[in-house]
């Protein structure tokens, strides 16, 4: 279905001697990205720590815009990349960023996917933050010390990127269109996430238009990269935990944050599973609190059960360590257990953290 790609990123700013176009004042953007302190050295892109396919993507793509309006950009990642980045990535045949898990002070960088120190590249306090672009609520790192942020409570920070794409009035090659696909179905789940929003939808069905990818084959898609998503083979639980996990630092306190999911019938063994192994992500990251939502897959019932067979069914919250309990059980009542919370929504960690922070912050 589709044609192997590949979009090469890497360490040097002399390892790509192709042309890059010259920065044009033709809109507002541009004449603003003329002003920021670009230095002479390489500008490094980066999504969240433990990045998943949107961090992954949203780097990527954000770096060829820059790169097609000028400005020498390069895309990395601080950690290893999950299963289903890895999955997608071999699918649509494009190349991942390269590791570079650090900088030195003063590197200028460009943030996708998070706005939170803890999430960040080590170093990026004392580098030269020239950019963000990102769709969660703002964090620590604050909007206003950066000279640009665009930031919209949207389901994916790639449509965010495919609309900055289009106000340029900037061509998207198949292989770039390919990158910001994956991210969008990843983060939205194809459209089904609650914080999708309806310009998630424009771009997606832009996206699979050009690429001429049909609703059916985005749907079987979504199916296997959630399921590489949540394929546990061969990893101890702590890994299992830190599949798909983030840092947070509120009011001093330091909260990590893990996001999975399990079927129904295996819940009560899964959730012993994982919250014996949150001592150990304690210790290992050095936090005093650590949380983690687990999707409750049930069977589907529905006409695209073939397509989906499983689907969410409220989500679990489990807990670990002091003012944890208090602080789950006022955002979601009773725990059903020492350690474990329950609601009938289906809610993200996107949704959770913000409730987190305020009762932290009270």
């Not at 964090?139 to 949207?154: K, L, Y």
């Not at 090659?173 to 983060?187: C, E, F, P, Q, V």
């Not at 969410?312 to 602080?327: C, L, N, P, R, V």
Request: hydrophobic share 35%; net charge negative; aromatic share 8%.
């Amino acid at each position: 279905m589709v044609v192997a790609m590949l979009f090469t990123t890497s360490c040097s700013k002399n390892d790509d001697d192709s042309p890059m176009p010259q920065p044009s004042p033709k809109t507002e953007f541009a004449t603003l990205l003329q002003s920021l302190n670009w230095g002479t050295d390489t500008c490094y892109i980066y999504g969240h720590k433990t990045p998943d396919v949107d961090a992954v993507a949203s780097a990527l793509s954000y770096a060829t815009l820059m790169r097609k309006m000028g400005y020498n950009c390069k895309a990395k990642v601080s950690s290893q990349m999950n299963r289903e980045t890895a999955y997608i990535a071999g699918v649509f045949g494009f190349q991942l960023p390269e590791l570079k898990p650090s900088v030195q002070p003063f590197t200028r960088l460009i943030l996708t996917d998070h706005t939170d120190y803890a999430q960040c590249v080590d170093g990026a306090r004392e580098a030269v933050i020239l950019q963000k672009i990102d769709h969660h609520v703002e964090g620590d790192i604050s909007d206003s010390g950066i000279p640009f942020v665009r930031r919209e409570m949207i389901g994916s920070t790639n449509t965010i990127i495919y609309e900055m794409f289009t106000e340029q009035g900037i061509e998207i090659d198949d292989t770039t269109a390919r990158i910001m696909l994956a991210g969008i179905i990843s983060d939205t789940r194809n459209l089904t996430k609650a914080t999708t929003a309806r310009i998630d939808t424009v771009a997606l069905l832009a996206l699979t238009a050009q690429l001429g990818i049909s609703p059916d084959s985005v749907a079987h898609l979504d199916q296997y990269m959630n399921n590489a998503a949540s394929d546990y083979t061969g990893m101890t639980d702590t890994e299992i935990f830190l599949s798909d996990y983030k840092d947070y630092e509120i009011g001093g306190i330091r909260l990590g944050f893990g996001s999975l999911e399990c079927k129904q019938a295996d819940m009560d063994a899964f959730i012993d599973r994982m919250l014996a192994a949150m001592p150990q992500v304690m210790q290992l990251k050095g936090l005093h609190m650590v949380v983690a939502k687990i999707d409750n897959k049930v069977k589907n019932t529905g006409d695209d059960s073939d397509v989906h067979p499983y689907i969410s069914d409220g989500t679990y919250f489990i807990y670990y360590g002091e003012g944890t309990q208090s602080m789950a059980e006022s955002i979601f009542g009773p725990s059903l257990r020492t350690g474990v919370c329950y609601t009938t929504d289906n809610l993200s960690r996107k949704q959770i953290v913000p409730q987190i922070t305020e009762v932290l912050s009270k």
